[in-house]
């Protein structure tokens, strides 16, 4: 890239810094969104704007907040919308089973022990894998892997700053892929499946909605962070001359390998009984099959699949309190609930934002607007004559774009889903295709985001290395990443599609009426 492009790259993205810090807290956006909303239906109420639903032939209006009905409304149903919110629930759950194997110490000796045990000739991809696979636990990857990955590349001879790079490509450009559920799938399907009820009041998106997809993406975006951390990073960067000397990496210890033992061990035990909870009904002694459809037999619309979040807790509080015996870093009861405890904490400014997020996804329901604006955008879709690739193309770059001044996943999307969801229904995509790319937009650009909650760690930990280094010196690292990511991801998406391939259990690409 010519000193001219780069310096034009670098113009672009201080006006995108300048608007991403000039907006308000997302709670306070949310605040105002909803106001909004109530003014909107206001408005659109007296002018008479209807809609005909292309699935009932219903007609739908406006319902106006600002009567008499709709002020009773918003009253009555304020602590219903907050503690009724799909994701609010599922998030804290998760966290609570996280939490444990995170304060047991598990997660980062298993982060620890993938990257030592790596030949020196993987050592690149088995950081960037790592680092896709650190998503499972929410921000350990950013405060453990991240600097991990320099201290890495220094011990080995190489520029930290690369092995800083790839960490943080994996973490954060890497963000969706994964090969376990993790937080956000649930999170993300609880806001889809409340937008989805703006068409289908009976639809349920599952966690494990694109997980056929994210776990081949985990490879692909491992291979590409690969390529570009070799091709384009490593020989940008040159060798490193600065005051930083290589740290040894303490290989795990006899009660860490005791820990992961025990842990491994509890984590076999809880995969057979899964396994023997969804074969065929009365296998096994005429056991099996218990999470089944008891009706059907099926395992896709069963218990099993509605109990994906119960499983994320249990199995990694299984298996870290198991790791924390093994390891004695859990003594006693209450350093489990220590652990649950510190992961509440986090939670504190997601729980206000959760509050604001619930009251405006509500008014957008119950206002009609979301469903007119989906019919509306649907028609006009309908007769622009696109197919599914350019639709869902065009919907990863805006969902890439507006990542750059807005960082949080799950306020995106919140404003999102209710707009984007209900329109492709209409248009006969599924939620979960929808919820797919925005996934994808919302990852590719992350790593270029100064809007994004750990950028400013990942400048402290690049002046380490570099006194001199700042947003300008991440973002120009990152952005071979974001482009190659980009380009990957979309490709990956265009195959999936041409060969119509489910994107998860029980996912199809296709969303039918009455389906």
Partial sequence: MTQKRQSAVYRFLAIIEKVGNALPHPATLFGLFSILIIILSWIFSITGTTAIHPGTGDTISPFNLISIDGLNRILTEMVKNFTGFAPLGT???????????????????????????APDRLLTFV??????????????????????????????????????AAAFAGVSGGYSANLLLGTVDPLLAGLSTEAAHIIDVNYEVSPAANYYFMAGSTFVIAALGTWVTEKIVIPRLGEYTGDEKPEEL????????????YATIATVLVTLVLIWSILPIGSVGGTGGFLRNQETGDWLKSPFMSSIVAFIFLGAAIAGIAYGIGAKTYKSDEDVVNGMSKSMQTLGS??????FAAQFVAYFNWSNLGLIMAIKGAELLKSSGLGSIPLMIALISISAIINLCMGSASAKWAIMAPVFIPMFMLLGYSPEFTQLAYRIGDSV???????????????AFIQRYDKKAGIGTVISTMLPYSVVFFIGWVLLMVIWILMGLPIGPGSPLDYQFGG
Avoid: C, W
């Fill in 250 to 261: 303490h290989p795990i210890t006899l009660d860490e390998r005791l820990g992961l033992k």
């Fill in 91 to 117: 998030v804290l759950v998760s966290l609570l089973g996280i939490g444990i194997a995170e304060g047991s110490g598990m997660i980062g000796t298993v982060l620890r022990q993938i990257v030592l045990k």
């Fill in 445 to 459: 650009t992350n790593i270029i985001s100064p809007m994004m909650s750990y950028f400013a760690l990942i400048v």
């Fill in 350 to 355: 997601y729980i206000v934002l959760v509050f």
């Fill in 127 to 164: 950081i960037v894998f790592a680092g896709v696979l650190s998503n499972t636990a929410s921000e350990v990857g950013y405060v453990l892997l991240v600097p991990l990955g320099a201290i890495i590349f220094l011990a080995a001879g190489k520029n930290p700053l690369a092995g800083l």
